[in-house]
């Protein structure tokens, strides 16, 4: 069983909807969750990092962590075409060089 | 600098030939990661570095990785003797460490292709 499980996708909406992404991890020992983005032929860049259980929320986007549930989520609003990309959540057991487990990634499309 | 550098951006190799990547990190970051992203999507963490001192190298294929952060130089991921199955995008990232929050900035890769 891997660490993090995350629904490759391909998800694909029409501009505007509400995206829902979302991954389960086994660790209850994870402490920090992040939400990457990649574009194709890209590095990873960092969207959205969270600590706690809750909520973050950040322009259009918003985080969620239920450490209860072993559950993590990230929804886009109003979503654009240039959302359009790969979505990687990631979480590590401690801050500094502890290694980051990253899910498998969902591709998202935003069609036009 | 601003950006995590890589070099090269490309690499081919023969299988059994050797394979070294290159990684700046962001002037004043104290960690760098490497990591191996194979088909597309599957990342793998390789290594950490706190300075050049190794923080964790769990995700090391001891065999034939190895990897230095030395002083006044960028850091390196060496394959000795690559095998097809080396063949991924090798992504470096660097972070400052902060009590309650980080960011790892992520180079753009090396694409390495092992014939």
């Known amino acids: 069983q891997k660490e993090v499980e995350q629904d490759p996708g391909p998800l694909s909406v029409p501009e505007g909807a509400i995206v829902s992404l979302n991954c389960t991890y086994s660790n209850s020992a994870f402490q920090y969750f992040m939400w990457y983005r990649q574009y194709s032929r890209k590095g990873p860049e960092l969207l959205m990092y969270?600590?706690?259980?809750g909520n973050k929320e950040d322009g259009r986007f918003t985080a969620q962590v239920d450490k209860s549930s072993k559950y993590i989520s990230l929804f886009i609003r109003d979503s654009q075409p240039s959302d359009s990309a790969t979505y990687l959540c990631a979480m590590k057991l401690g801050v500094g060089g502890f290694k980051t487990i990253f899910g498998a990634g969902t591709r998202l499309f935003v069609k036009a | 600098g601003e950006e995590v550098a890589q070099t090269p951006k490309h690499l081919v190799r023969g299988e059994g030939q050797k394979a070294k990547l290159y990684c700046a990190p962001i002037k004043g970051h104290s960690y760098v990661f490497w990591y191996q992203q194979v088909l597309k999507n599957e990342f793998k963490f390789l290594i950490s570095f706190q300075n050049e001192n190794v923080f964790d190298e769990t995700g090391m294929p001891k065999e034939r990785f190895s990897a230095k952060c030395l002083p006044n130089s960028p850091c390196s991921l060496e394959i000795q003797a690559t095998k097809l199955e080396d063949s991924a995008v090798y992504f470096c990232a660097s972070s400052q460490r902060e009590p309650t929050q980080e960011t790892q900035y992520f180079g753009p890769g090396t694409r390495l292709l092992v014939l």
């Open positions: 969270t600590y706690s259980s």
